[in-house]
């Protein structure tokens, strides 16, 4: 019995669309917690990972709608606009369909907030931003529950190829978080040896009042007038 493949092709575009949803934003975070916990340090690697970060970040977006809207054409499953939009209403799997539209209302909030950083201001942003790992994790939940692919063996060796270095790098930034922050603040510089720099730095010594001044200069000029050795005169003889 041979399988026409096209009766299935809203469930086929659907599930190719979640898996590359799934890959982007794994790609996403791991770009993001490499920009924060600054393990690689290149000029100029840093805008251009926030560059690449923001792109991969809306093109995960985009394949996470077309994994949603794939399936309303899905003849088989009936999801429905309510069962697509509303989480934890879909009949198939309600708790781990509802979590993946939780992760990309989530995932389109992180999203479109990259062009409200001015207006938000770049420290809540980043405060905001953080969240990005939540959803990663709701996907792979998602995928682990209701995904038709999760026993196989090929999607979990990308699930954990790109989930072993998130994982890493997440406790690289808690442990550093965790850190006194006289451990993670640098080392200052030794002060300079030369005598010279040393000088430029410090203040120049206030001027003395003229008294005080005319008493200095006399005593020097008493003490080495006292220091001075006396000429010998030779004893005249009558």
Known sequence: MRIDPTHYIWWLLSRSAGIVALTLVSFSVLIGL???????KRPGLGRKLVRLHEHVALVALAAMVVHGATLLGDPWMKVGIKGAVVPFTMSYRPLYTGLGIVAAY????????????RRIGARLWRKLHRATAAVWVLGIVHTLGAGSDASTVWLRVVMLVTGAPIVFLLLVRIFDRSKPAAVR???????PAAAGAVGAHQPEPAALPPARLDHRLHTRDEHARRARPRPVVAEETS
Do not use: D, E
């Open 185 to 191: 603040a640098p080392v200052p510089l030794a002060a």
């Open 34 to 40: 490499t920009m924060s916990t600054k393990i690689l």
């Open 106 to 117: 989530l995932a389109g909030l992180l999203g479109l907030s990259f062009y409200a950083r």
